[in-house]
């Protein structure tokens, strides 16, 4: 592609993206967190665990912790341009503080290993792999969870959900 193309490539893409974002801003809507959206996010992340696709897993993560914070991401699409807006507006001064964040470090390891597997050539069931990665990762999420929750309710004299 020459430079030319690729510098009006990047103009167009650079306008569709100030557009959806202007047009977001104008609309003006608060975005509403919802008990659903956590479930689902979780649910989601469970299936695509159990299907190996551990990148939208973690990406399903991120959302997820982003939404216990009161971020809510709205994803927009125009001229071919996907943008993805986090709307931060009604966001906790202190973020919520799970498992998630070392859920994503799990699954990168996992998805790592898998990977190595396949490069080496190394003849492995996948699916033992996959189902080993999948009993460990829920004990993994819930010693994480007890033991966050332990530690702020020691520390900080916090509450903590669930």
């Not at 009006?8 to 100030?18: E, G, M, V």
């Not at 996010?41 to 695509?48: A, F, K, P, T």
């Amino acid at each position: 592609m020459p430079e030319s193309d690729l510098y009006n490539k990047f103009q167009q893409d650079k306008s569709a993206t100030l557009a959806l974002a202007e047009e977001f801003l104008n609309e003006n809507k608060s975005s509403q967190i919802n008990a659903k959206d956590l479930k689902k996010y979780r649910d989601d992340v469970e299936q695509l665990v159990q299907e190996r696709n551990f990148t939208e897993a973690m990406q399903t993560l991120e959302k997820l912790r982003d939404t216990k914070s009161g971020i809510i991401l709205h994803e927009k699409e125009k001229g071919g341009v996907k943008v993805v807006i986090r709307d931060a507006r009604n966001a906790r001064l202190s973020a919520a503080r799970s498992s998630e964040a070392f859920e994503m470090q799990y699954l990168n390891a996992i998805r790592a290993a898998m990977d190595i597997i396949e490069v080496d050539n190394t003849e492995v069931d996948n699916t033992e792999v996959n189902d080993t990665a999948i009993k460990n990762k829920v004990d993994l999420e819930k010693n994480l969870q007890n033991r966050a929750k332990d530690f702020m309710c020691a520390e900080h004299g916090v509450e903590v959900e669930g």
